[in-house]
């Protein structure tokens, strides 16, 4: 039986907000829950849904109104993501509750991050309340993105002192010593997706004004022996490419108020295959320690561009 539901919203402005440019919003949600939704004066209607419908409409738009009423500018994508987050087990967080509560603000950025699944929001929670956080899962889950999207609010708040970027240097088909260029130069395309990231989420001059002032450093992971870092964030990106003894080496660089993140992909290991990957021996012994959280994504978490699921998918279903 279908079912109706009209909610008046107090200011234009905030219906304004809720229905996004082109009332792209309202489109998403029709998407995503099945209805009609049309629009009226300061009314919002939603008809031609079942009665889980309607209520999961009601928690929306309210989530929706919340979010524009606390300065937010919430897209389609951010509507997607909450419908996601949203489809949680009986007795877990609501939704909205956890978008808010996983929501990462970086001062002077382009946008506010969210969380677009349950699993990147335990993700980005796990990095707020854990001195190391592993994060292991495919391509495109965005492990890498949201670690630096995290350390950066954290740099830029002057929480933490400093943000290091590091990745193992494993030489495919090519030394690094043939390639042309001084260290710097040798090592930026190794180095190169790293940038990228924090170029979607900061100007490109903020970034070289942290360089110059020491708040970002990047450097090869053989550069951390001997160190000891101190209130800073560190991480770790391509993770699976470690050794075990590099593993344990970067693990124990952690000096006082730091925090680490380590990301990789178990299934792109580029290690000959006689040596393990420090990454997956590390998960395996140290899941039990307290202080250390353990995130792992799967292809539903894949948010780069729905494609990358498909793919994914069609590797993993290969006949050996």
Not at 11 to 24: A, F, K, Q
Not at 47 to 59: L, S
Not at 220 to 241: F, H, K, T
């Amino acid at each position: 039986m279908e079912e109706s539901i009209t909610i008046v919203l107090d200011s234009r402005d905030v219906l304004s907000g809720v229905c996004g440019v082109n009332d792209g919003n309202l489109r998403m949600l029709e998407r995503f829950l099945g209805g009609r939704v049309n629009t009226r004066g300061n009314e919002i209607r939603f008809e031609g849904a079942d009665p889980a419908g309607v209520r999961r409409f009601k928690r929306m738009i309210h989530s929706l109104i919340t979010a524009v009423e606390d300065g937010e500018a919430p897209s389609p994508e951010y509507v997607r993501a909450l419908a996601v987050v949203q489809d949680h087990p009986p007795g877990a967080c609501a939704g909205a509750d956890l978008m808010r509560e996983a929501l990462i603000h970086i001062p002077q950025g382009f946008n506010n991050v969210f969380p677009r699944t349950r699993n990147q929001a335990a993700y980005i929670l796990g990095m707020r309340s854990r001195d190391i956080c592993f994060c292991v899962g495919p391509a495109g889950t965005g492990k890498t993105f949201l670690a630096i999207a995290e350390a950066l609010s954290l740099v830029l708040s002057k929480k933490m002192r400093k943000l290091v970027l590091t990745r193992p240097v494993v030489e495919a088909g090519e030394s690094l010593g043939f390639l042309p260029g001084d260290l710097i130069q040798k090592i930026n395309p190794y180095l190169r997706p790293l940038y990228d990231a924090m170029e979607s989420l900061i100007p490109f001059e903020m970034i070289r004004r942290m360089e110059e002032d020491h708040r970002i450093e990047i450097a090869p992971l053989a550069y951390m022996r001997g160190r000891s870092l101190n209130n800073c964030v560190i991480i770790l990106d391509e993770a699976q490419n470690t050794t075990k003894e590099q593993m344990k080496m970067f693990l124990t660089r952690l000096g006082e108020q730091a925090r680490a993140v380590i990301t990789g992909d178990a299934t792109q290991i580029d290690l000959p295959k006689r040596i393990d990957s420090g990454l997956l021996h590390a998960v395996s012994i140290l899941a039990a320690v307290e202080g250390i959280q353990i995130t792992y994504f799967h292809t539903g978490d894949v948010v780069r561009n729905p494609l990358i699921k498909k793919i994914i998918q069609a590797y993993d279903n290969e006949q050996p």
